[in-house]
């Protein structure tokens, strides 16, 4: 049903940026929490971004805050996340999910199926 296609990742070298897309589609977009998460190599998938239905609040961890932007266009049904000042601990594989929530002090998704395939992020020095 739900149905999440990112795009937009690439090899970039520190100090770079990239922007990333997700196409949604199996909801009702503009009613749910978008965002992004990220996985390492031998490492677990992080929280990344996170946006409210219309836009109007963001959340980041401090790992990319001031440098990382999510953003959407409800009538695209596409969340991005714009990457400035790429460092090379930003590489991993990036993952868009929907109906992002806090589950105590972590953020995740409710559903397995809540998850886009990945697009690879690597950042070179």
């Given amino acids: 049903q739900v149905q999440l296609v990112e795009s937009g990742g690439g090899l970039v070298q520190a100090g770079g940026s990239l922007r990333l897309s997700c196409a949604a589609s199996g909801l009702t977009f503009s009613n749910v929490n978008m965002g992004w998460f990220r996985q390492a190599p031998g490492k677990e998938r992080d929280f990344v971004a996170a946006i409210s239905p219309f836009g109007f609040r963001t959340y980041y961890p401090d790992s990319v805050k001031g440098r990382f ?50 697009t690879q992020v690597t950042v070179s020095s």
């Fill in 69 to 118: 932007t999510i953003s959407r266009d409800n009538a695209k049904n596409t969340v991005y996340l714009q990457m400035n000042s790429l460092k090379p601990e930003d590489t991993a594989v990036y993952y868009c999910g929907v109906e992002l929530r806090q589950y105590g002090s972590r953020w995740s998704v409710p559903r397995d199926d809540y998850w886009g395939q990945g």
